[in-house]
């Protein structure tokens, strides 16, 4: 309940704040119900406008909605009242104004006989209705000689009649013993108060006038003899009249009150309306001197926004950049184009995420050419220099079953490598765990032979020997055409630099690994052409290297194939997915190659070169002694997976936890 009573007083005292009629106070007049008539308005702001700076030969009124009663009906006498209000009477040209406004009692608000030229809007001629009773305290800016106006300044009382029963010059004085006498300009422009008071006892009438920034003067302007019994009737309608002549002039009350038998409140000038902005000299002055800070401000808060919003993108998109790069500068990428590319690496972007990071596509800038952006975390500075160095002259590798390298981006603790754009992604999705499309043999076929030259490229035909390090089908990238493309290649270098301090200089992936790789941690390019040989055999039989199976002769893919062989059936290791759809000669071929190159002894597996030869049947296959693999077979075995800490019966364990069956070998 209390907050609103509270809320319904907060909106009383903003209009008027008496509930009783004979009292009200408006401090602004925008929540209150005048009766207004002729051209007279209540601004937004709630500035009461009796006449306004348009219209000539117009009048205004307005009127406290309902009559009061002033007399007092057992002595028949008129009460004592107080009135206070703020006016302002603001000329369009200095020293060229109409005629004042008036505060009125008048027993009817109906004022249509009044002329709306001069007379304040409230007489015709030189009087009023004989039917209207008039008390009118006239603030007059015009000398009227035929009404015996005392000059074009002063404060007036009329009674149903323009011609002034007393008058006084515009003045207020500055201490209450009536020295320090000052003029007061009426039509100055500028807000002036207003007192006017009535006591019964002595029947004087009191004036009072001061500018608004002065407090009530004890002397008033005018303090007149009114026998105010006789000249009025019981009910009187209080308020103000004006009226423009023939000079433009505006008549504005900012607030008011007004209280019967008693003193009006004081108004709040806080809450009062301002006057309406007219361009002044003073204010043209201001604006010249305001104008410039203004702008100057205005300057200042856009530069700062700029250098927030500066340091924020250097802090965002801040690279590690080192002199020895500077000659890398093609191969550089700028951080901001790889984060705009990936749309701030977004995870709609993410290819996918491997044993070195996560990948995401991207369309650089400018170019819009597709791009594959690999963030690989890497902490370790040291060696950073001889990767990078190695990053960069991989760039330079041009082959067309080679992912092409475009280029790299640093940061504190990251690297970026930036790909050519693969848009089929990789190999492993359509051989292994039901592909949603099987490639059928000549595919196959073409991917392997790809693959086959582009490894060739890098150990014997690029100006130096690269060992890829890391050859599986999920490095095989395909591109639109579905051709093989080998990606990834020195990467797996990283370990090298300490990517995770506990790896080791083994690298690759389990089932991939050459027995002597585990032994001596040395990538050669024969380790490379026994993994292209356990991908030979994963692409022609549709299955991963490792995978467990209830028999445990099957878990090793190489071991199968090698019996088939050895049963002379080796044609039933083939993928089961193709049925019939293959060419028997190739099948065959690529089988037997296959376990040409796993073999666990270095020196029996062909070279690059040769396998080439034998896929383009420009050299026959070599032939394989049976008994020589057995003995190795089960060396590999032995030595191959027991080296690094396993046994063939934990294996199964371990590729348990591991999601796609292989796993990176990461440490002894
Ligand atoms: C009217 O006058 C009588 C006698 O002087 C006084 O008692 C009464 O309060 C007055 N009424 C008003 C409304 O002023
Ligand atoms: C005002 O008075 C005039 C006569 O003086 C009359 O014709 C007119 O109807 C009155 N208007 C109202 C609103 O009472
Ligand atoms: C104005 O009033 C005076 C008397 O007070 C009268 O002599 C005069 O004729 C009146 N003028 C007009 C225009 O009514
Ligand atoms: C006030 O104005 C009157 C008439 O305009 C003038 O005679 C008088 O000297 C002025 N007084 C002061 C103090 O300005
Ligand atoms: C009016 O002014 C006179 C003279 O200053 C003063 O004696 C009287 O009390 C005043 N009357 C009112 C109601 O303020
Ligand atoms: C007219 O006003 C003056 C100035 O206030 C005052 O001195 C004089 O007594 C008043 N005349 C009458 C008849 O009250
Ligand atoms: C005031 O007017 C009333 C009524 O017209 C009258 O009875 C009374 O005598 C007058 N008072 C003075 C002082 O003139």
């Known amino acids: 309940m209390f907050p609103k009573n509270m809320f319904f007083f907060l909106i009383l005292t903003l209009t008027t704040a008496s509930a009783q009629d004979d009292d009200f106070t408006y401090n602004g007049f925008g929540f209150a119900k005048l009766h207004l008539d002729g051209i007279a308005e209540i601004a937004t702001n709630g500035l009461l ?14 009127f406290h909605p309902s009559p009061l009663c002033f007399r007092n009906s057992t002595t028949g006498k008129a009460l004592s009242f107080s009135t206070s209000f703020i006016f302002a009477i603001v000329p369009k040209y200095q020293d060229l104004f109409g005629h004042g406004l008036a505060f009125v009692l008048a027993h009817s608000v109906n004022l249509s006989y009044a002329l709306p030229s001069q007379y304040l809007g409230l007489f015709n001629t030189n009087n009023s209705d004989s039917s209207n009773q008039i008390v009118a305290i006239e603030f007059d800016t015009n000398m009227n000689p035929e009404f015996g106006d005392i000059d074009n300044n002063h404060v007036g009382i009329d009674v149903s009649s323009p011609k002034s029963i007393n008058s006084s010059h515009a003045a207020y004085f500055t201490n209450d013993n009536g020295a320090g006498f000052k003029n007061l300009s009426l039509a100055s422009g500028k807000p002036i108060q207003a007192w006017i008071e009535y006591s019964h006892m002595d029947g004087l009438l009191n004036v009072t006038l001061a500018p608004i920034d002065a407090t009530k003067p004890g002397v008033p302007c ?6 105010l019994s006789s000249l009025i009737s019981d009910h009187m309608y209080v308020g103000f009249s004006s009226s423009v002549g023939s000079f433009i002039t505006s008549h504005y009350i900012l607030g008011w009150s007004f209280k019967l038998n008693g003193r009006a409140q004081a108004l709040d000038f806080s809450r009062l309306p301002s006057l309406p902005h007219t361009p002044s000299k003073s204010s043209l002055e201001s604006w010249k001197i305001g104008l410039p800070i203004i702008l100057a401000i205005l300057f200042l808060l856009i530069i700062i926004t700029g250098i927030i919003f500066l340091v924020k993108s250097k802090i965002k998109f801040r690279e590690v950049f080192e002199d020895w790069e500077l000659e890398y500068g093609p191969q550089r990428f700028c951080y901001k184009d790889l984060f705009l590319a990936t749309m701030g690496f977004k995870d709609q972007q993410l290819l996918g995420a491997g044993g070195f990071g996560r990948v995401y596509k991207g369309v650089l800038p400018k170019t819009d050419i597709q791009v594959a952006v690999k963030q690989v975390s890497h902490e370790s500075r040291q060696g950073m220099r001889e990767f990078i160095a190695e990053i960069v002259s991989l760039g330079r590798l041009r082959h067309r079953n080679l992912v092409q390298l475009l280029g790299y981006c640093r940061r504190k603790g990251e690297l970026l490598l930036v790909y050519e754009f693969m848009p089929n992604g990789s190999l492993d999705k359509f051989l292994f765990n039901q592909p949603k499309l099987m490639l059928s043999w000549g595919q ?5 032979k790809g693959v086959a030259s582009a490894l060739y490229y890098l150990h014997e035909e690029w100006e130096k020997v690269v060992v890829h390090r890391d050859i599986k089908a999920s490095n095989i990238l395909l591109d639109d055409q579905m051709n093989g493309r080998l990606g990834d290649f020195g990467l797996a270098r990283l370990y090298d630099h300490g990517t995770d301090p506990r790896t080791t200089h083994v690298v690759g992936t389990l089932g991939y690994l050459a027995p002597e790789l585990t032994k001596t941690g040395k990538a050669t390019t024969s380790t490379d052409v026994f993994a292209f040989g356990g991908f030979l055999l994963e692409v022609a039989c549709g299955r991963r290297p490792i995978e467990i199976r209830p028999s445990e002769e099957d878990i090793v893919l190489a071991n199968k194939v090698l019996e088939c062989w050895k049963a002379g ?8 997915n193709l049925g019939i759809e293959y060419v028997v000669q190739e099948m065959e071929m690529v089988l037997k190659l296959g376990l040409l190159c796993s073999h666990p002894n270095s020196s029996s597996r062909p070279p690059m070169r040769l396998v080439m030869q034998i896929m383009e049947r420009e050299a026959p296959l070599p032939e394989m002694s049976e008994d020589g693999w057995n003995a190795e077979i089960s060396a590999m075995g032995n030595e191959g997976f027991s080296d690094v800490g396993m046994s063939n019966s934990s294996l199964s364990s371990m590729f348990a936890c591991s999601n796609n069956g292989t796993a990176l070998l990461t440490g002894r």
Do not use: M, W
């Open 49 to 62: 406008i009796l006449t306004d700076n348009t219209r000539l030969q117009a009048k205004g009124h307005a």
């Open 222 to 227: 005018l303090s007149s003899n009114v026998n």
């Open 444 to 448: 196959r076929f073409q991917i392997i």
């Open 569 to 576: 059936t080796i044609l039933e290791a083939r993928d089961p």
